[in-house]
């Protein structure tokens, strides 16, 4: 099918909600995304920082190929291979860096990270009802982004996504990032009234901005000091996009649940939420479920993937590509800011480059860039990015940069 056959179908039957570029993609290896007129491309999105291990991989294609040969889905009422193995995983990538933690981490499977968000909101929730606690509200931080259902949205601190959908429920409250006394002042507004606060150790879709080891800290005190629990969102800075496991590793910090989704099974839909033990076991059957979650084919593609991505040492892989790519786009005209860690940075131009002026105009020159704001450019390469790609995006983006300057 051609790129126009494409669109008109999806232009007369596909909802409005996403301002899709000019291109059909339909066919992809590694780092490279090839169209419907064979034109290639290097991708620094990888599907909005899901396909971790490129595009296509080997060992994620034969894991679903095996699979779906031989069971695709028997739903959450059954044992099933590899569901297991995974949630066995996922515990000993939690436990990362603090073998002083021997207990392990339960998860609940589900399909996006809006889903993973929306348990870990429930079981915190539930968590402090169980506990004598009695506090509803989540403290989220201001520029957030946790989802796109009700409870995820009304935990999504920017008022332009929330306002088509009020009233949204309600007990979300906002703190802005990095203000250790701001966080406080909640906390003391609302005596017992707080479950938990729920963070980005990254926050991604406002333009990459980390949250400080210091005030992370200080937020994991401060809940527990008032009964109330950490949450990580960890669904675009996980599974190794930053280079450990998780973001929160590398900022002085062990959460009681986590959420995480996009790289975690290489492309194929998946989200989890995991906690530790204590917090996990207030889910009891029939509180909380998922059709779908933890299928067959999911939970194959996933064991796959983690397994993949250490075997062929990407961890290293991300620190020092991700450090060269930092040093490179420091190094474009009209930059203020490079921001962020790992494979999951941000650059932030001066007002006079347009950044989806210069998006658009990359993708007639064979790259994949994204922007999350007006002078903004988010990266989130496979994370088998090399250096030689990075190179190969620094041939055309300075010229590309100076292209998108506006008059």
Same mark, same amino acid.
């Given at each position: 099918m051609t790129y126009e056959q494409a669109k008109a179908l999806d232009d007369a039957y596909v909802m409005h909600t996403f301002a899709r570029k000019p291109v059909e993609f339909?066919?992809?290896?590694?780092?490279?995304?090839?169209?419907?007129?064979?034109?290639?491309?290097?991708?620094?999105?990888?599907?909005? !920082?899901?396909?971790?291990l490129g595009h296509s991989h080997p060992a994620v294609v034969q894991a679903v190929q095996d699979?779906?040969?031989?069971?695709?889905?028997?739903?959450?009422?059954?044992?099933?291979?590899?569901?297991?193995?995974?949630?066995?995983?996922l515990s000993a990538m939690l436990n990362w860096g603090d073998p002083a933690r021997p207990t392990p981490w339960k998860t609940f499977f589900a399909n996006s990270g809006a889903e993973a968000n929306e348990c870990a909101i429930k079981l915190a929730r539930l968590y402090s009802r169980e506990r004598g606690h009695g506090g509803q509200g989540i403290v989220c931080m201001e520029r957030s982004f946790h989802g796109r259902t009700l409870a995820t949205l009304a935990a999504t601190q920017q008022p332009v996504k929330q306002a088509a959908f009020q009233p949204l429920p309600q007990n979300f409250l906002a703190a802005p990032p990095n203000d250790i006394e701001a966080l406080?002042?909640?906390?003391? %507004?609302?005596?017992?009234?707080?479950?938990?606060?729920?963070?980005?150790?990254?926050?991604?879709?406002? !333009?990459?901005y980390p949250l400080t080891e210091e005030y992370l800290q200080a937020a994991l005190a401060i809940a527990h000091e008032n009964g109330a629990l950490l949450i990580c969102d960890e669904v675009q800075c996980g599974i190794y996009r930053t280079g450990t496991p998780f973001a929160f590793q590398q900022l002085g910090v062990v959460p009681d649940i986590v959420a995480m989704a996009k790289g975690i099974a290489g492309g194929f839909p998946m989200g989890a939420c995991a906690a530790r033990s204590a917090v996990a076991e207030?889910?009891?059957?029939?509180?909380?479920?998922?059709?779908?979650?933890?299928?067959?084919?999911?939970?194959?593609?996933?064991?796959?993937t983690l397994a993949t991505l250490v075997d062929e040492g990407v961890p290293a892989n991300v620190v020092e590509v991700g450090a060269y790519l930092s040093e490179k786009l420091a190094e474009l005209?009209?930059?203020?800011?490079?921001?962020?860690?790992?494979?999951?940075?941000?650059?932030?131009?001066?007002?006079?480059?347009?950044?989806?002026?210069?998006?658009?105009? %990359?993708?007639?020159?064979?790259?994949?860039?994204?922007?999350?704001?007006?002078?903004?450019?988010?990266?989130?390469?496979?994370?088998?990015?090399?250096?030689?790609?990075?190179?190969?995006?620094?041939?055309?983006l300075p010229a590309l940069v100076e292209g998108a300057v506006q008059a």
């Open positions: 339909v066919s992809g290896q590694g780092m490279h995304l090839q169209d419907d007129a064979g034109n290639d491309y290097l991708d620094f999105l990888s599907g909005i !920082g899901v396909c971790c699979q779906a040969a031989k069971l695709m889905h028997v739903s959450n009422y059954y044992y099933i291979e590899q569901r297991g193995e995974v949630a066995e995983q406080q002042a909640v906390f003391d %507004a609302n005596p017992q009234g707080i479950a938990a606060v729920m963070v980005e150790p990254v926050q991604g879709e406002c !333009g990459v207030v889910f009891e059957p029939g509180i909380h479920g998922s059709t779908f979650g933890g299928s067959n084919l999911a939970v194959a593609a996933a064991h796959a005209p009209h930059v203020v800011e490079v921001r962020g860690m790992g494979l999951m940075l941000a650059v932030e131009f001066d007002e006079a480059v347009d950044a989806p002026a210069l998006v658009l105009a %990359a993708l007639g020159e064979g790259l994949v860039l994204n922007y999350t704001g007006p002078h903004t450019l988010r990266f989130l390469p496979p994370l088998i990015c090399t250096n030689a790609d990075v190179d190969a995006l620094m041939d055309k």
